[in-house]
């Protein structure tokens, strides 16, 4: 165990207990593949206790003042905040990321808990106009109870704090299984919780590889009240349906096809900023990244060259090195996934303007690309590439950017670059997502709501939606009034 790593707890958290288990799975760290921790690798039977302790924990917690409960939270902000350079470094040595931009999540994932701390103090209800002279109508607003969550790699602090401190302000109580890839973060950001004065049981972490185990006694229990799942779309359909027997609430944020529209009326300086700041943070692997970048034929050979200039400015290395702008990828498949799109692209026609090939920083580092003459049919503009390659498609009219840009089964982010004010809204409207951003290509925060349309998921996080989310509306019909 390293300096960095010896920090923050390595066990899981159940029932404000640290266990251990026979059985561990290990952590490394994707810019070396060198192994810097092993947590326990919990199953079924560790899964159901957490659930347990979860449901002991719940009457309390939903009994407890929201004032007291943000009091907790804003506790809980405080510690994550005092701690960015640790939080940061543990970040980037198990998911890669460059230091800048894991300190950018460390305070980007505490400002939902800032948020969420003050928001559960507003989770109104309403009183009701009367139809009949005898009763009155309210309705006051409830936590669900147990919640389960499931969470992904790519933002392994911000993905459990937004929807953990939603949670908890709303006054349930919660099970994490983080993902095998970033455990630590998860384990991390849960003790400073518990320092912060969050109850046992309130929030449990069950780190586990057998996410299949975890993940069914997590949506079968008739216990849990709701799932919040963030990652592939795949896995949350495979998710959707296992919570259909027990009627579990639903909140999936899946996966993402961004379109990032540039009009020939766009600001060049503009779209280029939006684009490297869309496209190649955490060396493209969002699910809210620029995936089909729709370039109008009148721009198309000004805006490539800017980007292909602009490209040369990133330098790829661990993201522990301070001058790294591009880290490595996650794991050998997230590597070889865009290897064979790039090499289907070109088969089908696409050119490389620049990178296109495996970075000699090590085995999952991809040098940040830029691919034209992609066309809506090939398999890059089809799937996520989650990689650091811009894919440039050719339109003509406002009419096939929107066509294209659709032409999806996905809809959770798209941008659009141009100066047009009455083409903002025409084509802010006509897209088929949850969220446009007009140019800008960071939009993220802790008081918008975040989510997909289609078949990118289910409800929102963040702002009020976000909290409304872990709420139930129960209606009191007052009766007897003489
Ligand atoms: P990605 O491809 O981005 O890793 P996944 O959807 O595979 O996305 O993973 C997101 C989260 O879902 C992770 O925590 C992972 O462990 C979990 N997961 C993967 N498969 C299952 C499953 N069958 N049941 C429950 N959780 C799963």
Same mark, same amino acid.
């Given at each position: 165990?390293?300096?960095?790593?010896?920090?923050?707890?390595?066990?899981?958290?159940?029932?404000?207990?640290?266990?251990?288990? +026979?059985?561990?799975?290990?952590?490394?760290?994707?810019?070396?593949?060198? *192994?810097?921790?092993?947590?326990?690798?919990?199953?079924?039977?560790?899964? &159901? &206790?957490?659930? /347990?302790?979860?449901?002991?924990?719940?009457?309390?917690? =939903?009994?407890?003042?929201?004032?007291?409960?943000? +009091?907790?939270?804003? #506790?809980?902000?405080?510690?994550?905040?005092?701690?960015?350079?640790?939080?940061?470094?543990?970040?980037?040595?198990? +998911?890669?990321?460059?230091?800048?931009?894991? #300190?950018? @999540?460390?305070?980007?994932?505490?400002?939902?808990?800032?948020?969420?701390?003050?928001?559960?103090? &507003?989770?109104?209800?309403?009183?009701?106009?009367?139809?009949?002279?005898?009763?009155?109508?309210?309705?006051?607003? +409830?936590?669900?109870?147990?919640?389960?969550?499931?969470?992904?790699?790519?933002?392994?602090?911000?993905?459990?704090?937004?929807?953990?401190?939603?949670?908890?302000?709303?006054?349930?109580?919660?099970?994490?299984?983080?993902?095998?890839?970033?455990?630590?973060?998860?384990?991390?950001?849960?003790? $400073?919780?518990?320092?912060?004065?969050?109850?046992?049981?309130?929030?449990?972490?069950?780190?586990?590889?057998?996410? =299949?185990?975890?993940?069914?006694?997590?949506?079968?229990?008739?216990?849990?009240?709701? !799932?919040?799942?963030?990652?592939?779309?795949?896995?949350?359909?495979? $998710?959707?349906?296992?919570?259909?027997?027990?009627?579990?609430?639903?909140?999936?944020?899946?996966?993402?096809?961004?379109?990032?529209?540039?009009?020939?009326?766009?600001?060049?300086?503009?779209?280029?900023?939006?684009?490297?700041?869309?496209?190649?943070?955490?060396?493209?692997?969002?699910?809210?990244?620029?995936?089909?970048?729709?370039? %109008?034929?009148?721009?198309?050979?000004?805006?490539?060259?800017?980007?292909?200039?602009?490209?040369?400015?990133?330098?790829?290395?661990?993201? &522990?090195?301070?001058?790294?702008?591009?880290?490595?990828?996650?794991?050998? /498949?997230?590597?070889?996934?865009?290897?064979?799109?790039?090499?289907?692209?070109?088969?089908?026609?696409?050119?490389?303007?620049?990178?296109?090939?495996?970075?000699?920083?090590?085995?999952?580092?991809?040098?940040?690309?830029?691919?034209? @003459?992609?066309?809506?049919?090939?398999?890059?503009? %089809?799937?996520?590439?989650?990689?650091?390659?811009?894919?440039?498609?050719?339109?003509?009219? *406002?009419?096939? =950017?929107?066509?294209? =840009?659709?032409?999806?089964?996905?809809?959770?982010?798209?941008?659009?670059?141009?100066?047009?004010?009455?083409?903002?809204? #025409?084509?802010?409207?006509?897209?088929?997502?949850?969220?446009?951003?007009?140019?800008?290509?960071?939009?993220?925060?802790?008081?918008?709501?975040?989510?997909?349309?289609?078949?990118?998921?289910?409800?929102?996080?963040?702002?009020?939606?976000?909290?409304?989310?872990? !709420? @139930?509306?129960?209606?009191?019909? $007052?009766?007897?009034?003489?």
């Amino acid at each position: 165990m390293n300096a960095i790593t010896s920090k923050f707890p390595t066990a899981a958290l159940i029932d404000g207990t640290w266990v251990t288990a +026979q059985k561990s799975f290990s952590v490394s760290d994707p810019a070396t593949g060198e *192994e810097i921790a092993r947590v326990p690798d919990l199953g079924a039977d560790d899964a &159901r &206790r957490a659930i /347990d302790a979860a449901a002991k924990a719940f009457p309390a917690w =939903a009994a407890t003042p929201a004032k007291a409960r943000a +009091q907790i939270l804003e #506790r809980w902000f405080d510690l994550i905040t005092a701690e960015t350079e640790a939080l940061a470094q543990l970040m980037t040595a198990e +998911q890669g990321k460059p230091l800048a931009e894991a #300190r950018g @999540e460390v305070a980007y994932g505490a400002s939902f808990i800032e948020w969420f701390a003050e928001e559960g103090k &507003r989770a109104y209800g309403r009183t009701i106009p009367t139809t009949v002279a005898s009763r009155r109508y309210i309705t006051i607003k +409830q936590p669900i109870g147990v919640v389960a969550a499931i969470t992904p790699w790519n933002f392994p602090i911000a993905m459990i704090t937004r929807k953990v401190a939603s949670a908890l302000a709303a006054g349930c109580t919660i099970v994490v299984k983080p993902s095998e890839e970033t455990p630590l973060c998860a384990l991390a950001v849960a003790k $400073l919780a518990m320092d912060a004065g969050v109850p046992p049981g309130v929030f449990n972490v069950i780190t586990s590889a057998d996410a =299949a185990s975890v993940g069914n006694v997590l949506t079968s229990d008739p216990r849990v009240r709701k !799932l919040t799942f963030t990652g592939s779309t795949e896995i949350g359909r495979l $998710l959707y349906r296992q919570c259909a027997d027990t009627i579990k609430k639903l909140t999936l944020e899946l996966g993402g096809n961004a379109p990032l529209i540039v009009f020939d009326d766009a600001d060049l300086k503009q779209a280029i900023a939006g684009t490297m700041a869309s496209k190649y943070r955490n060396a493209g692997q969002t699910c809210v990244c620029a995936n089909r970048i729709i370039v %109008q034929a009148g721009i198309y050979e000004r805006f490539t060259a800017a980007l292909v200039d602009a490209v040369s400015s990133l330098h790829v290395a661990p993201g &522990r090195d301070p001058r790294s702008t591009i880290g490595p990828l996650i794991n050998a /498949d997230a590597a070889k996934k865009v290897e064979s799109l790039i090499s289907d692209a070109v088969s089908h026609g696409a050119k490389i303007r620049t990178g296109g090939a495996p970075d000699t920083q090590g085995a999952l580092f991809y040098q940040p690309t830029v691919v034209t @003459e992609v066309t809506p049919d090939m398999k890059i503009a %089809q799937e996520e590439i989650f990689g650091p390659v811009a894919s440039l498609i050719r339109f003509e009219t *406002e009419a096939d =950017a929107i066509r294209i =840009a659709n032409d999806t089964p996905f809809g959770l982010a798209a941008y659009l670059f141009t100066q047009n004010i009455g083409r903002v809204w #025409r084509v802010a409207e006509a897209l088929e997502s949850g969220m446009v951003g007009v140019n800008e290509g960071v939009f993220s925060n802790e008081v918008a709501p975040f989510g997909g349309v289609k078949q990118s998921g289910l409800g929102r996080e963040g702002a009020a939606e976000g909290l409304e989310e872990y !709420l @139930e509306t129960k209606f009191i019909c $007052l009766g007897g009034i003489s």
